[in-house]
């Protein structure tokens, strides 16, 4: 499991490289340079969306599972999926709405169509994130590894090869924000699928509750740490 791990890292790098090489060469400097951002955006919206949840997941649901506290562990699942869902659509129009008012430069040229499936990633990112973090609670370090560092940047990679090869003079940075789109949306509903397999039966059947009271100790230190980390981008 370890070397698998290792080669998962390797393999998730390799693509990450290549595929910031093919972009540059696609996109330019110009709207490479939109993309670059318009991508630390929604890292930061995310942030802010998961409010602390995958490290509660990742240590509550293996609590949880092996104390058979089921009812808590499908609480837990189901209050963190609805509270992140809601906190990243506003933060995500929050932020579409005032790119979109102030006229800002880093979106010239992008229709907003586009630019609505680029912050949606907020939401998209935030529960796969979640998801990812139940699977380690569950044990499935290596499943997860494959999704998150082969398999996604694997399929952004094979859809923008397809891309460029289909259509090379239209290539611009609104294709490449919807194959981003799709790649990152057929990740989640792989994992989805995946995650409800993995769960135990107990967990399905139970009847949800939650105490909002053990958010609390992983949200206040991450906030602090997430605050940090949006200044340092600034």
């Known amino acids: 499991p370890i070397v698998l791990g290792v080669l998962c890292r390797v393999a998730g790098f390799l693509f990450a490289f290549i595929t910031s090489i093919l972009l540059a060469r696609l996109l330019g400097p110009g709207q490479f340079g939109q993309y670059a951002f318009l991508l630390s955006v929604v890292e930061i919206l995310t942030i802010i969306a998961l409010f602390g949840t995958p490290a509660l997941i990742t240590r509550e649901v293996a609590a949880g599972v092996a104390k058979e506290a089921f009812p ?19 933060a995500a129009f929050f932020c579409f709405v005032f790119f979109v008012g102030t006229a800002n430069r880093q979106i010239e040229n992008i229709p907003i169509f586009f630019l609505g499936l680029i912050f949606s990633l907020t939401i998209i990112d935030s529960l796969s994130r979640q998801i990812n973090s139940a699977l380690l609670s569950l044990d499935k370090v290596i499943f997860s590894q494959l999704c998150s560092e082969v398999f996604l940047p694997g399929l952004f990679f094979l859809l923008i090869i397809s891309s460029a090869i289909l259509g ?31 769960l135990p039966v107990e ?32």
């Open 72 to 90: 808590e562990v499908k609480g837990l699942l189901i209050w963190a999926r609805r509270n992140t869902f809601l906190i990243g659509s506003a």
């Open 168 to 198: 090379p003079e239209r290539q611009n940075l609104a294709i490449i924000i919807g194959i981003l789109f799709i790649s990152r949306s057929v990740l989640l509903l792989f994992t989805s699928i995946k995650v409800k397999h993995y």
């Open 203 to 234: 967990v399905k059947a139970a009847r949800p509750e939650w105490d909002r009271k053990k958010w609390l100790k992983s949200a206040i230190p991450l906030m602090g740490i997430g605050t940090l980390m949006i200044i340092n981008t600034r």
